[in-house]
């Protein structure tokens, strides 16, 4: 299993991907008050979080909530370096914003400035504001990067709210896809689900949406709106906390609820999941 | 966070979906001797763990390989029963050839009376092979029987090596699909990497391929030779173990090289990703 070990100074450190809680954000909320923030190992395997002890050279989404992070990580372990001695640096505003899969030399010379502790021996960690760096987060022009560096990239195991959500879904999880956010604007959006049902129907793909939690409900409706009544329709929220709900069902079984999203904590981060095979 | 609560008679158990570590299946290989099957831990969080040492019904994919797991998970955790009075019963086949995701009322009576534990208020426990259960792997006949049954499912977090492969690979994490196996057959298996390679084109998507892994080498050949040369190729061997290798560069690169599998451990566990985005 992966272990930080010594190196020379000539070979490169090596990238680890570190994923985190998925409860930050949610610090303050009355969902956090019944399950107060714990040290990482709830969330995280033993060998996570050895190595995340050992990293003191991070690239970020968020300092703060990395800060946060690695106090939680003390609780379990001594970190290499007290926590004022980290070298956090922040993605790239760029990066944030519109995804980072995008090509832009300007944004790939920043990220591989960003990695130039890595060139010098260092062990780097990636870590994003919640759960698997890069995957429905900003990091993957980092790791491309790495790559091109030749920085080798190891991710390291922890929680990926999409695939918790997909597990408990029981839609086809042998063939799926992640297409994250749908437009805001009702029409294009409409037309942007039936694109996404059709798919389903031509492939067998199940779909996986997210939305900010204040618009989950304005979702949920949507959704039902405009699926076929057959198509099932699986909701996650707050997935690893303790009051997490999944709730899968046919179309025609959420619209014959007097009020669909009853029952459910609507403000909590959600999933949104759907498939016709 | 989870866990197992002493319930009333008449309320429902819970399922839990419990993923397992990924080193399953390679225990007699030369990369198990660098790297001997430990404790649950070093791949589980402290939560998952807990919840699974005290699960004594199970539904499994390999009864085999379920009983090693909870040996694993003894190590860190004594088992609220002895290993020999749990209750483990295997998936129907049904759902292990061909998926289970395709409806069949045969195979839905199968997962209903599966579940008649839960139904008796014991909590139950969902497992595969490795990684996560129903994720590239057989179970949702199970999870959609327990929604249809009124059975709460939660999803425990552990590892998934498709989202490990995806965050190594630095190709775009907020667009991806999941499309399995490709055909066998020469033929329909270029035209079914063309079909994806557009894909991506259009929409931005990354593609994940899984294949067996005495077939990896085949796959990494038809790839290289379909695929156009400014797509971005990533190929991810033996994810959590020591000795795990995540390349990532354009076809053109991969193409220059003499051997293009030459360095890389291709008789592991593999995933293949491609995007041109």
Redesign the interface.
């Known amino acids: ?2 272990t930080v070990q010594p190196r020379l100074a000539a070979a490169p450190g090596t990238l680890y ?1 570190v994923p985190t809680p998925l409860d930050f954000g949610l610090r303050n909320g009355p969902e956090m008050d019944a ?1 107060p923030v ?1 040290s990482a ?7 996570t979080v050895a190595v995340a002890s050992q990293l003191t050279h991070w690239i970020s989404e968020n300092a703060k909530s990395t800060r946060a992070f690695l106090k939680r990580v003390a609780m379990d372990t001594p970190l290499a370096l007290p926590l004022q001695e980290h070298r956090i640096v922040e993605l790239p505003r760029q990066a944030h914003k519109k ?1 980072d ?3 832009s030399s300007e944004l790939e010379q920043q990220a591989r400035a960003m990695l130039a502790p890595a060139l010098q021996g260092h062990d780097m960690g990636l870590v994003s504001e919640a759960g ?6 900003p ?9 091109a560096l030749g920085i080798p ?3 390291l ?4 709210s ?19 956010y749908v437009p805001q604007d009702a029409e294009e959006r409409g037309k942007r689900l039936h694109e996404l049902e059709s798919m389903c129907r031509r492939t ?2 199940t779909q996986i949406l997210i939305e900010t939690p204040y618009r989950n409900a304005a979702l949920l409706k949507a959704l039902l709106q405009h699926l076929q009544p057959q198509t ?1 329709l699986a909701v996650s929220l707050g ?4 009051h ?1 709900v ?4 046919t179309v025609l079984q959420w619209r014959s609820r007097p009020d669909p999203a009853a029952g459910l904590p609507m403000d909590l981060p959600a999933i949104f999941l759907f ?1 016709t ?1």
Chains 1, 2 share one sequence.
């Not at 190992?41 to 060998?47: K, T």
């Not at 698997?132 to 987060?137: E, Q, W």
């Not at 999409?162 to 994250?180: I, P, T, V, W, Y």
């Not at 997935?239 to 303790?242: E, V, Y």
């Open positions: 299993m992966s991907l399950n714990g190992s709830a969330w995280l395997p033993r060998d995804g899969h995008m090509t698997m760096p890069a995957v429905a987060d990091g993957s022009s980092i790791v491309r990067a790495a790559h990239v190891r991710p195991v922890g929680p990926v999409l695939m918790l959500a997909l597990g408990a879904s029981g839609l086809n999880g042998q063939q799926f896809a992640f297409a994250g067998g793909q099932r997935l690893g906390l303790a997490q999944t709730r899968s069902e498939g095979s």
